[in-house]
């Protein structure tokens, strides 16, 4: 394929992911010598149901990927809509020295450090490491997992974030204490299994 063709190409799936509504997470891990690394991520997906397990695809370029690789475990923090600042810390290299400074953070057995006030710290173990060019997929096996009452995501649209507003009138789904079951403003989810 010529240059040209393939700047459009590359173009084209840009504009394309621009169209995904991602939630913000922040990947978080520890080096050998106890310092905690981590970045802002939204290429988060869930895998599997049996083993439990999720994806996330780190740029082998950031300062947590040599740190992931040989500690072997990661948390996904996954960011409340008013937790904007975390994801700018965590995603700007000129502010990397802030990053674990702001914020509730804490660690859990293994020394991996979790934001204690995200909507959901999901605990892993690298399970596989997956080399796809720019980027490397860590599967992550689900040790353990936390989730706040509220859902209420930091979402990512079209270079952008979406504002509370926009938000809340687009999505949102609030537990409740009784059922235990998630009540949704939009739409019935009852019944539906690939929800997590
Ligand atoms: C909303 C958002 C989502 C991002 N998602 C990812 C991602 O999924 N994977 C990735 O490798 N980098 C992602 N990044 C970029 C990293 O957060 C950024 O490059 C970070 O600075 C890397 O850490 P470092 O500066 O310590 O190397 C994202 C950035 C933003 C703002």
């Not at 995603?91 to 953070?105: A, H, L, P, T």
């Not at 509220?150 to 952008?160: M, T």
Request: glycine fraction near 6%; hydrophobic fraction near 35%; include cysteine.
């Amino acid at each position: 394929m010529t240059d040209e063709k393939e700047k459009i190409k590359t173009d084209l799936f840009r504009q394309a992911m621009r169209r995904f509504a991602a939630t913000v997470s922040i990947i978080s891990t520890v080096s050998n010598d106890g310092t905690p690394h981590g970045m802002a991520a939204t290429a988060v997906t869930s895998l599997s149901f049996d083993p439990l397990s999720l994806l996330v695809a780190v740029n082998k370029s950031a300062s947590m990927f040599e740190p992931l690789k040989s500690s072997g475990f990661f948390c996904v923090n996954v960011l409340h809509s008013n937790q904007r600042n975390q994801c700018d810390i965590f995603s700007r290299k000129e502010i990397r020295d802030q990053r674990f400074k702001v914020g509730n953070w804490e660690k859990n057995e293994n020394g991996i450090p979790y934001l204690t006030d995200a909507q959901a710290s999901i605990f892993c173990e690298v399970d596989q490491n997956i080399n796809a060019g720019s980027h490397s997929a860590f599967i992550g096996l689900v040790l353990n997992v936390i989730t706040d009452e509220l859902i209420d995501p930091l979402i990512y649209l079209d270079g952008g974030f979406l504002n509370n507003t926009e938000a809340k009138n687009t999505s949102q789904h609030i537990l409740n204490k009784e059922t235990k079951k998630y009540k949704s403003t939009t739409q019935n989810l009852e019944g539906i299994d690939w929800l997590w």
